[in-house]
């Protein structure tokens, strides 16, 4: 079992920076990929970035790539997202989830995921 807790979202201009962080509980934190997906009002939940258990591998959409930012420190059991050049099409609830998998591999996939964070709100006025 797995619990993740986000936190880090706010209010923030067009252009500007946050970091979202996922706290996780659970021994056996490491063996999980982790991923970020998020759901804008009116709109599916979508991925936004992803890493595996070790940190070697990442994937990100096209929407975000080269603006944000996946990471993970095991030792802390948290996995982060630093997001820059933030625009007002990256509005919506964030969400952190675990999958487990000590492979190389990635999925872009919510319903590959076995655990999910509560949410956290990002809202980039212009």
């Known amino acids: 079992q797995v619990q993740l807790v986000e936190s880090g979202g706010g209010l923030v201009q067009a252009g500007g920076s946050l970091r979202l962080s996922c706290a996780a509980s659970?021994?056996?934190?490491?063996?999980?990929?982790m991923g970020w997906f998020r759901q804008a009002p009116g709109k599916e939940r979508e991925f936004v970035a992803a890493i595996n258990w070790s940190g070697s591998n990442t994937d990100y959409a096209d929407s975000v790539k080269d603006r944000f930012t996946i990471s993970r420190d095991n030792a802390k059991n948290t996995v982060y997202l630093q997001m820059n050049s933030l625009k007002p099409e990256d509005t919506a609830v964030y969400y952190c989830?675990?999958?487990?998998?000590?492979?190389?591999?990635?999925?872009?996939?919510?319903?590959?995921?076995?655990?999910w964070g509560q949410g956290t709100q990002v809202t980039v006025s212009s």
């Open positions: 659970g021994r056996t934190y490491s063996r999980y990929a």
């Open positions: 989830a675990a999958r487990y998998s000590t492979s190389w591999s990635l999925s872009t996939r919510d319903n590959e995921y076995d655990y």
